[in-house]
């Protein structure tokens, strides 16, 4: 059984550049959830959706955004990249759906520098 | 706000001790807790998960524990190998967080041979 996927697994931009990174949850997931990790700040959640509605969202300003497709495939993009959001961002996808998420499944992530 | 303290933040060990990895929390308000593995530059690998409603969960080498009343967690790994060298998270998920786990910041293990 495939686990979840990340693409791409590194790519560098410049200031100012938008980014767009991919996620694909394991097969018969349904909920997906972002993360960002960073040395300073450790892993801090961007957001979550289920049944292509966004759920929850943390406390990251309104250039981080996402979305989920039909197919429980996900996406986030940055707009407007500044040095700061240079992290490993991780995907994350769970069976469960309902009040809680359960086990959560992480990808290998997306490594994005920022120049 | 929910914290989750880890402690110590390393901790190295000879191969075959036994290690015991602490987890704290502040509001014993969650629905699961969660043991993670990350190696360097990798995901986080899932190795336990443990409900609210549970007090312990246990695979293989590994053993987690759980008292939401004193908000802890410890994760014991019996029998250490150099393999089981990573950082270890611990992460809790709240009544409605919805996919939003709260990480703690990590516990890095060096197991020597």
């Known amino acids: 059984k495939a686990g979840v996927t990340q693409t791409p697994r590194y790519l560098i931009k410049t200031r100012g550049q938008q980014v767009t990174l991919s996620c694909s949850p394991i097969s018969g997931h349904r909920s997906v959830s972002w993360y960002q990790q960073t040395p300073g700040q450790g892993l801090q959640f961007l957001f979550e959706y289920f049944s292509e509605t966004q759920r929850n969202k943390g406390n990251f300003p309104g250039r981080f955004s996402g979305r989920q497709f039909s197919n429980s495939r996900s996406e986030m993009n940055v707009s407007t990249l500044e040095l700061g959001d240079s992290a490993l961002y991780l995907c994350?996808?769970?069976?469960?759906?309902?009040?809680?998420?359960?086990?959560?499944?992480f990808g290998e992530g997306s490594r994005l520098t920022v120049l | 706000k929910q914290e989750v303290t880890q402690i110590p933040a390393a901790l190295s060990v000879p191969e075959g001790e036994n290690l015991v990895l602490n987890c704290s929390f502040t509001?014993?308000?969650?629905?699961?807790l969660q043991w993670f593995r990350q190696d360097p530059g990798k995901g986080l690998t899932s190795l336990l998960l443990?409900?609210?409603?549970?007090r312990e969960q246990t695979s293989g080498r590994l053993n987690a524990s759980l008292d939401k009343s004193s908000g802890r967690s410890t994760l014991y790994i019996a029998a250490s190998q150099p393999g089981d060298s990573a950082t270890y998270l611990c992460a809790v998920e709240g009544a409605d967080s919805w996919g939003k786990l709260q990480f703690g910041a990590g516990t890095q293990v060096v197991v020597t041979p």
């Open positions: 509001d014993s308000a969650i629905y699961n």
């Open positions: 443990i409900q609210s409603s549970q």
């Open positions: 994350a996808s769970s069976l469960l759906g309902t009040e809680n998420t359960g086990e959560l499944f």
